[in-house]
Nanobody, 121 residues
Framework: QVQLVESGGGLMQPGGSLRLACAAS????????MAWYRQAPGKQRELVAG???????HYADSVKGRFTISRDMSKNTTYLQMNGLKPEDTAVYYC???????????????WGQGTQVTVSS
């Protein structure tokens, strides 16, 4: 059983910072790409940032220069450092990871339960 557990959400004033973490646990062979998505009320889920197994990163235009994704391969954990938060960053943030549970089998997408980020004064 594979689990992704997120932490670090909360309430922050505009201009503030938060750091999200997502750790993969359970029985699996390897974690490949990891990413953060978010979904605001009444909107579709959107990609925020992604990081590959060789640490190449990509970002949504709306967060470039403010958010930084990173990962610790030894801990199967990804982080999202969010600086310069804006009210429009308010959403539920979901962790995504592409994982192979057994060597040689197809990689599958797994999702965390989501963590609420609210940016408001």
């Amino acid at each position: 059983q594979v689990q992704l557990v997120e932490s670090g959400g909360g309430l922050m004033q505009p201009g503030g910072s938060l750091r999200l973490a997502c750790a993969a646990s359970g029985n699996f062979f390897s974690v490949y790409a990891m990413a953060w998505y978010r979904q605001a009320p009444g909107k579709q889920r959107e990609l925020v940032a992604g990081i590959t197994s060789d640490s190449s990163t990509h970002y949504a235009d709306s967060v470039k220069g403010r958010f930084t994704i990173s990962r610790d391969m030894s801990k199967n954990t990804t982080y999202l450092q969010m600086n310069g938060l804006k009210p429009e960053d308010t959403a539920v943030y979901y962790c995504n990871a592409r994982i192979a549970t057994v060597q040689g089998t197809p990689r599958m997408d797994y999702w965390g339960q989501g963590t609420q980020v609210t940016v408001s004064s």
